[in-house]
């Protein structure tokens, strides 16, 4: 594959026939406008989008996007990897904002009381991602992250919003402080990475999974499996994007219009036609994310 190739946009899709939601994606990350982002996606049957806050500022920019588009829903958190950068500082400038200095659990508390004042707003329908990352955050950012983590349940539960979960190599963790904390009424693990075991646990407590392009991969067969056992009305489809480009086209900017070859991906795993793979989809984001 030459670069031009590799960076080019992969081709629209053939469209769904019955309309679906992106439940987890990032424009503020993607090339282009917003307003272009949703046509492209419109046209081949995404016609809702939820814009995910990973920080104060893109879960601003995420609470101004869905209340200037009809489109558009968002959630707001501190994503588990800023907190510990808010906490310890970030010397190296992983992050967008760059070098950071450390603030402490003060920063923190700041920060948390900026996500609880937009997790407010009516077009905000949940507060996420938060939860646990092992896989970036060392032993010593673990306190922060649990601690933040902690603050976002108690967030979304006093607001009535959906809780939206990253899990990354932390899924024993995740789980038991949910039931520490006692779970919100509605909960979505967003880009589901357990196996199916774990989506029978899943499924008992009525968590939302929600499966992203990394289903289609050669070496996800145990996500397959989860997918395989998870009840129908709590399966969603997200892009994740610019993230997780779905196979085929793995390795290239992923945008919302992607999402029905993820969606015909689970169709064909789950034994389910299209159609009504995606008329279950539609309903449970609807019902996720309270619109």
Not at 98 to 105: F, H, M, N, P, Q
Not at 165 to 185: F, K
Not at 196 to 203: L, Q
Not at 211 to 227: C, E, I, M, Y
């Amino acid at each position: 594959m030459s670069k031009s190739t590799k960076d080019a946009p992969p081709p629209l899709p053939e469209p769904l026939r019955v309309p679906v939601a992106d439940s987890h994606t990032h424009l503020d990350m993607q090339e282009g406008t917003v307003p272009e982002a949703l046509a492209k996606a419109a046209s081949v049957g995404v016609t809702t989008v939820v814009q995910v806050g990973c920080d104060v500022n893109g879960s601003r920019w995420a609470a101004e996007t869905a209340a200037a588009h009809e489109a558009v829903h968002a959630t707001v958190a501190l994503h588990p990897n800023e907190a510990p950068r808010i906490v310890l500082g970030d010397p190296e400038g992983w992050s967008r904002q760059g070098a950071r200095e450390a603030g402490g659990d003060a920063a923190l508390d700041a920060a948390l009381a900026e996500i609880d004042a937009l997790a407010a707003l009516p077009h905000v329908r949940g507060v996420g991602e938060t939860g646990l990352d092992h896989f970036r955050t060392g032993p010593d950012g673990m306190a922060a992250q649990q601690r933040s983590f902690r603050a976002h349940i108690e967030i979304a539960k006093r607001h009535g919003k959906a809780l939206v979960i990253h899990d990354r190599e932390a899924h024993d963790d995740v789980l038991r402080i949910l039931r520490e904390e006692g779970a919100p009424d509605t909960v979505v693990f967003h880009c589901y990475s357990g196996d199916a075991e774990m989506a029978k646990v899943c499924a008992e407590a009525g968590y939302f999974m929600s499966f992203a392009g990394n289903v289609t991969f050669k070496n996800a067969q145990p996500l397959r499996d989860a997918l395989a056992v998870a009840p129908p009305e709590l399966v969603l489809v997200e892009t994740d994007a610019p993230f997780l480009t779905p196979a085929p086209y793995r390795g290239r900017p992923n945008a919302p219009y992607l999402i029905p070859v993820t969606l015909r991906a689970m169709a064909e795993v789950k034994g389910m036609p299209e159609d009504a793979l995606a008329s279950a989809v539609a309903a449970n984001t609807a019902r996720a994310f309270g619109y």
